[in-house]
DNA sequence: AACGGTGTCAACCAAATAGTTGACTGATAC
DNA sequence: GTATCAGTCAACTATTTGGTTGACACCGTT
């Protein structure tokens, strides 16, 4: 990117490791990009670096390579994780929530839902903590928020494929709504149906 | 494949058409697999080719190359929707029989899954139904079974989400669980779950 | 001032990949 | 019997793609 003649410009004194770190930022948020868009497979490292703004040589430097940086992006967004524990709000609450931030930037159900089907039984787990925190769900069934008779890991698992369902079959979103699932209509009617639902899993009467 | 001087063996007089449509077919066959498993930009033509036990330049002069493969096998698979039109069953049991057939053969939905996560909004439905059935959901909210209260299509999106879940959070499943989603374990009870949920979606009293 | 290290890049390279070419085989039509 | 055509394939090609090489600029240290 940089012209012939003209020399570069001169890292600062200490600007030098800040540069290596926003290098590797940079290529971090555009590898969300571009990871989250097309998947692993369709994802090109060109278009990452071009993305930063950056020599795509930098990805193997700081990475080691394309699958380094999915790596990377994968354990960093892991922290991520949905747990209903948000004591002091509803779980209808933390449920619209969880759906309105997925429709607002839709990047990280996308980029859990590629590595859903990417996903090979069997692999090893290497580090990530290899059990799924239930304490919040748990919690608002002791409160009575919630049946205590549902199964805690069925009841996360059903409420995350109702906030990701937009994503995983947006076309089927467009032939039952008529419209796309980022139109204001579908989050109205579909906020609405999720909330109800939520206030449905409450003890039977 | 074929041994250097052995001849090819000699097309019986009628077989000539049913070659071709064997080729066709064992090309679609090897196509479902090998793009399920992968998605559009992870398949090989290839490896289609191989696992389809054909010379690989017979899905050009078939399909006019990957994308016509891929795209003929999509509008076939168009018939395959879910609806939940089906008197006689009950909506649970239309729900579970939905979620086993994924259980036990994964492929439909994850085709169906990775042509979601390509999904470009605003894209043209050529000639595919661009309206979606909702009649089943319809006439069980007309007969009582289901809350006429709620949105059809909001029900079928939810349904549908339920039933595709296993498939699209594997990794989830397994730290929820313990289990793979393929575990006969989960598979119990998560039926149980789908099953009351959709027993909760009845009237409210 | 020479040296070594870090951050960066343009140019190059090898493998993979989708697609093309030209040939061959046998059956049918003329 | 010759021409034509459908079906098939091995070999080839152009392009894409991830990755490597070698260089260079700038800084701090000796």
């Known amino acids: 990117m940089r012209e012939p003649g003209k020399p570069r410009r001169s890292p600062a004194p200490e600007e030098r490791q800040a540069d290596a770190d926003r290098t ?12 989250a868009e097309k998947g692993y497979a369709g994802a090109r490292v060109h278009e990452i670096a071009a993305r930063a703004n950056v020599n795509k040589q930098l990805i193997n430097y700081y990475f080691g390579g394309k699958e380094g940086l999915y790596r990377t992006l994968q354990s960093q967004w892991l922290k991520h994780e ?45 580090d990530e903590e290899p059990v799924q925190d239930l304490s919040g769900i748990v ?39 008529g419209v796309e699932a980022s139109d204001p209509e579908f989050r109205e009617r579909y906020t609405a149906f999720v909330r109800d639902m939520v206030s449905r899993l409450g003890p039977r009467p």
Chains 1, 2 share one sequence.
Request: glycine share 8%.
């Open 24 to 35: 590797r930022r940079v290529l971090l948020a555009a590898a969300y990009e571009e990871f």
């Open 139 to 177: 919690a608002r069934q002791q409160t009575g928020e919630l049946d205590s008779g549902l199964d805690p890991a069925c009841l996360l698992i059903g409420m995350m494929a109702m906030t990701t369902a937009p994503h995983v079959m947006p076309d089927m979103v467009k032939k039952a709504f």
């Open 82 to 126: 949905a747990t209903f524990h948000d004591p002091g709000r509803s779980a209808a609450d933390v449920a619209e929530s969880y759906l309105h931030d997925g429709l607002d930037d839709p990047r990280g159900t996308r980029l859990m839902v590629w590595r859903g089907l990417s996903y090979a039984e069997g692999q090893e787990t290497p």
